[in-house]
């Protein structure tokens, strides 16, 4: 009988974002050659794992990968040092509770007095 063992899918979670991370850096290494991508965003990937992933590159700033697991609802963010390739996460966010909101720093007329104004028309 097999456990489950949660440190296992956190490995393999590292593993996976490692790898991407080593690769973005691997694109943009050269520092002193002009960057391919530059001001530039690259149409978001699908890996196998069912993952989303997005490279950014915006000039005068570090590479920034961008990495979805939608089943998870988490999402994270590196930026990639163009000079030394160094990997640094700047975020990490679980989004579930976050998009349970109606919601959040939006200016008016709200959703709700759309849907209010809506149903007294209709």
Known sequence: M?????????????????GAMLFA????????????????????????????????????????VIIIDPRAKVMG????N???GGITLKSSRNLSYDLQMLSFNSEDPSPEEIKK???RLQ
């Open 2 to 18: 097999r456990v489950n063992q949660p440190g296992r899918k956190r490995h393999a979670f590292f593993a996976v974002v490692a």
């Open 77 to 80: 963010v590196y930026e990639i």
């Open 25 to 64: 850096g691997w694109c943009c290494w050269d520092a002193d050659a002009e960057l391919a991508w530059a001001n530039q965003s690259v149409a978001p990937g699908f890996g196998t794992s069912g993952w989303i992933s997005h490279f950014q590159q915006t000039e005068g700033r570090p590479a920034r």
């Open 82 to 84: 163009p000079t030394s």
């Open 117 to 119: 104004t809506l149903d």
